[in-house]
């Protein structure tokens, strides 16, 4: 007698589920069958059940896999994000960027504001709800990503990398204006940007406005034409008040922090989304 033959009926079901990986459906088919029996369930009740639970074991997996490539901070969700310490645009606007319709038109997020502002966990939160909904989302400190792209193109493969960073719905690019590049580090970075342009998303958080950006990129005509591709489709979120993380020091060592009013960082435009391109003279800042 074969093997095939001693195989009881529901050793054989089981294979032919994971041959058809369908694991969810080999997990719980037996104990969905005695409720379904136990609650008379017609047979395509049945199977729906079943189904219902492949595609939703498989959705929290994707989003944990998601997860764990993406790099986001697990501790900066929009759980986590004191609602009411943001300004009043930047939260009116919040509910809809995590709803992704960004994402999918390939719109960017920009935000502005000081240090302590909480524009890394704002442009994280919103990466998070972009994960929960299926899409892939990367989040790199743009010095890390200028680094892997420099890597890459001594190696004579940027052109691979760029198309694996293109599998992701988003990058969120943290602290821009930190990073003092020279001109293979800015032409690397003007490369992804403008390889993403209307198609893919990008999230930058930066300290500085537009008519500082010369700092980052080098060349004028460079700056303007990464200023002009990232707003001529993006949403611009200002992040202003007072420090979170001072603020959280200060309550931490029992003090009241002390109301500054800072030199303004942001640019002169109010939270809005662009649809047309934005001029040289607007993208620089001189607004």
Known sequence: MSAATRTSPEQSLALLLRALRLPSVARYHEEVAQKAEREGWSFGHYLRHLAALEVEQRRHGRIARFLKQSGLPGEKTLATLDRSRLPAQVAKMLPTLCEGAFVDRGDNVLLFGLPGRGKTHVACAIGHELIRSGRR?????????????????????????????????????????????NRDEMEVLFTFLAERYERKSVLITSNLVFSEWDRIFKDPMTTAAAIDRLVHHATILEMVGESVRADTAAKRNGTKQRSTKPTTTTPATTTTTTTTTTTTQEATGEI
């Open 137 to 181: 989302v990367l989040f790199l400190p743009t010095f890390a990503l200028v680094q892997r792209l420099l890597s890459a193109k001594r190696e004579l493969r940027l052109e691979k990398q760029l198309a694996l960073l293109d599998r992701f719905d988003a990058v969120i690019l943290d602290d821009i204006g930190y990073v003092q590049q």
